[in-house]
């Protein structure tokens, strides 16, 4: 189900049959490093992980991460959205990109018009971004997107260090 588009772009729900899709993206080198193992090691646990992350946030608050595929030919190429940790109070902007996508602004696109979507459609006033502090790409993205660093801590089950942003309405 398509969401939104952009100018070059469409975001749509994931469903079980991106299952590949979220397994090449999950196995990427930068994943690995800035995101970490989310346990997704064949098509199985690829949809697990669907089942578990996305399509239940979609069930249950109406919004969550979105394939990101280029309009002109329908080819994934990554994941934006918004998702819910219990850890923060607000939603908070997420984003991957298969790394032959990126470098083409793509990221800032979807990212942007994730943010339009979640205050338009959604109704929401700040939204937080987190982020590995080693991450220069996504911390560089989230200025140019106008959010402000807040403080440094842990925000994810896994006891990862993260940045926290947010951006305010």
């Not at 049959?17 to 970490?36: K, N, S, Y």
């Not at 994730?114 to 200025?143: F, M, Q, V, W, Y």
Request: proline share 3%.
């Amino acid at each position: 189900m398509q969401v939104f588009e952009t100018e070059r772009l469409i975001l749509r729900r994931l469903d079980l049959e991106d299952a590949a899709f979220m397994l090449e993206l999950a196995t990427e080198p930068a994943w690995r490093r800035f995101i970490g193992d989310r346990g997704i090691h064949d098509l199985d646990s690829a949809r697990g992980y669907l089942e578990r992350g996305p399509l239940e946030l979609y069930r249950r608050l109406g919004f969550g991460l979105y394939r990101v595929e280029l309009k002109d030919a329908g080819t994934p190429i990554g994941i934006c959205g918004l998702i819910k940790r219990d850890a923060l109070q607000e939603a908070d902007l997420g984003f991957a990109f298969l790394s032959r996508h990126q470098g083409h602004g793509y990221a800032l696109e979807a990212a942007a018009a994730t943010l339009d979507h979640g205050r338009r459609d959604l109704k929401l006033g700040r939204i937080a971004a987190i982020t590995d502090p080693e991450n220069a790409r996504s911390i560089r993205l989230l200025e140019k997107l106008g959010f402000h660093y807040v403080e440094t801590g842990q925000f994810t089950p896994d006891g990862a260090v993260s940045r926290y942003y947010v951006h305010d309405a």
